[in-house]
């Protein structure tokens, strides 16, 4: 069974712009989670989406985004990037609604200049 | 605020002896604890987990042990093999939300 993929794996963005990441689950796997991981502050939980719905929100601002298409296919979205929103994304999908048992992909390294 | 602290981020042993790594949490309505290990390059990975009703699961060479009273969990690894090496990260959930919070991870390195 082929594992969670994440593309683009590296990106290189300015300040101001925005920039798109994507994530395949699992074949069967109905939930998405999305994290960021930054040097000193482990991995933050951004959101969840279940059946195109998203259904956990983290404390992060607006400008990030997300949803989840109808094969379970997830984007997540950041408009208006600062130097701070450089970090690895991770995404992990799981079978059901809130599971404990998360399957990450390898992650989007993005890094706004 | 970090509610699961890994106040270590870096640890150094010897391949065949014992790593011990440590987190401590704050919020005492965590029910259920994980630990994941990371490699470069590469998603973290679950390893193993631990209930709060319990204070000691094993899975091989991976034990964790939890405290309550001391809101701090421990995992051991015995005995430590260079491919050991990675990057790991406590977690926990509480009920009520399902969240995973992760602490900031540490470094293991596994002298050969």
């Known amino acids: 069974k082929a594992g969670v993929t994440q593309t683009p794996r590296y990106l290189i963005k300015t300040r101001g712009q925005q920039v798109t990441l994507s994530c395949s689950p699992i074949s069967g796997h109905r939930s998405v989670s999305w994290y960021q991981q930054t040097p000193g502050q482990g991995l933050q939980f951004l959101f969840e989406?279940?059946?195109?719905?998203?259904?956990n929100k983290g404390n992060f601002p607006g400008r990030f985004s997300g949803r989840q298409f109808s094969n379970s296919r997830s984007e997540m979205n950041v408009s208006t990037l600062e130097l701070g929103d450089s970090a690895l994304y991770l995404c992990?999908?799981?079978?059901?609604?809130?599971?404990?048992?998360?399957?990450f992909g390898p992650g989007t390294r993005l890094t706004v200049t | 605020d970090q509610q699961v602290k890994q106040n270590s981020p870096s640890l150094s042993v010897q391949e065949g002896r014992i790593s011990i790594l440590n987190c401590d949490y704050t919020?005492?309505?965590?029910?259920?604890f994980l630990w994941y290990k990371k490699y470069p390059a590469e998603g973290p990975t679950f390893l193993i987990s631990i209930s709060s009703i319990k204070d000691k699961n094993e899975d091989g060479r991976f034990t964790v042990f939890l405290n309550k009273s001391a809101k701090h969990l421990s995992l051991h690894i015995v005995p430590s093999q260079p491919g050991d090496s990675a990057v790991y990260f406590c977690?926990?959930?509480?009920?009520?939300?399902?969240?995973?919070?992760f602490g900031t991870g540490t470094l293991l390195a596994v002298q050969p």
């Open positions: 992990a999908s799981s079978l059901a609604l809130s599971s404990y048992e998360q399957y």
């Open positions: 919020n005492s309505m965590f029910d259920y």
């Open positions: 989406y279940f059946s195109e719905t998203q259904r």
């Open positions: 977690a926990a959930v509480f009920g009520a939300t399902n969240k995973l919070i």
